[in-house]
């Protein structure tokens, strides 16, 4: 399939109408579910351990972000999301926390996998092509920092997705086209790109976001940025921006995604994605 296979999904009408409901669901409590929700997230419960709004973050967490725009505001999220990171995790302990941090809300026993979106057991990871593995969305390699605690044991990017649907992914940039997934309908790829099915995009794009904004270079960590071409490398870099910004806007955050953002927060690393909290400062930045 070529790269135009999207255009006949009805995009540009997603897009204009979906504009509002991203203005909405930035005001929405965290414990609310805004409409229907993806990933099997059906109705908030106890379990989303998110009884607080995002409005009382903006007096407290985000009070010195609200306001501001462009280069300002992203270096504003950097300091508050960097200085709240108390909580660091090794490689190893990644495992026992994404049993958590992507636990099924209809099944405690399992976790809901990354891009396949299919709800397997916890205890099925490992490195057999069925299990699950520990899914950076930016790519260990585009930077080259591995799996040193830091970027490469950040839990705001690190998501159970099966093996070999991982290893399709491989290190490739985002970008929309290619041929579908055949364990995993909905994905597509090819030679130097791969497009996430419609339920986790906008998931993909607020991941990538929040380690542009917190990986500034400043701290030992190579400088991540995304940019607007594909085949980036080990250089630093993920590309597209822009169809990562629209892909924001044409999937926002869902419950599943908003529970994840505040079990890191109570349980982890003490620091919020500020983009699953308030995705239209993604266009404010970028």
Known sequence: MDKTHKTHRGRALALATVTVAVAVA???PASATAGPAHHGSGSATAAHRAS??????????????VGKTGKALKDTLHRIISSTQTGKLTYSQVWDALKNTDQDPANSANVILLYSGKSQSKNSNGGDPDDWNREHVWAKSHGDFGTATGPGTDLHHLRPAD??????RGNKDFDNGGTEVGEAPG???DGDSFEPRDADKGDVARMILYMAVRYDGGDGFPDL??????GNGSHPNIGRI???KQWSQQDPPSAFEKRRNQVIFDKYQHNRNPFVDHPEWVNQIW
Do not use: F, H, R, W
């Not at 093996?163 to 399709?168: D, G, I, K």
């Open 26 to 28: 930035a005001q929405i």
């Open 225 to 230: 940025e995304p940019n607007d071409t594909v």
């Open 163 to 168: 093996v070999s649907v991982n290893s399709t």
């Open 52 to 65: 607080i709004s995002v409005g009382t973050y903006d007096d407290t967490y985000y009070k010195d972000a």
């Open 187 to 189: 994905n597509y790829t």
């Open 242 to 244: 822009s169809v990562l």
